[in-house]
């Protein structure tokens, strides 16, 4: 399983930016929960959303809630981060993952994901 992220870029603060993950090597993205996590300089890898396999109801980070939205297309076998309202301390490397086995107590833990993708980066100016 091979996850591609994109969408990263410069933005002002306030702005938006959707961040799109496609997952291949697999008949279908449906079997697997998928994530979304970030990483800013010098921090550690942090949890931000994740969407479950059967239409769960998406779960958030705090700080992101209302502002970040995690979807996803079946049918592309894609994940969408929909982020609104950037802020200067949203700037990090943006990582999407996927499991297909992890339970839901895990589903904040960087290390219960097998798949990863490369990362994008966001950069929010103030």
């Known amino acids: 399983v091979q996850l591609q992220a994109s969408g990263g870029g410069l933005v002002q603060a306030g702005g938006s930016l959707r961040l799109a993950c496609v997952v291949s090597?697999?008949?279908?993205?449906?079997?697997?929960?998928m994530a979304w996590f970030r990483q800013a300089s010098g921090k550690e890898r942090e949890f931000l959303a994740s969407?479950?396999?059967?239409?769960?109801?998406?779960i958030y980070k705090d700080s992101v809630k209302g502002r970040f939205t995690i979807s996803r297309d079946n049918s592309k076998n894609t994940v969408y981060l929909q982020m609104n309202s950037l802020k200067p301390e949203d700037m990090a490397v943006y990582y999407c993952a996927a499991d297909s086995t992890i339970i839901t107590s895990s589903l904040a833990t960087m290390t219960a994901y097998d798949h990863w993708g490369q990362g994008t980066q966001v950069t929010v100016s103030s």
């Open positions: 090597g697999t008949p279908s993205v449906r079997r697997y929960v």
């Open positions: 969407t479950g396999r059967n239409g769960a109801t998406p």
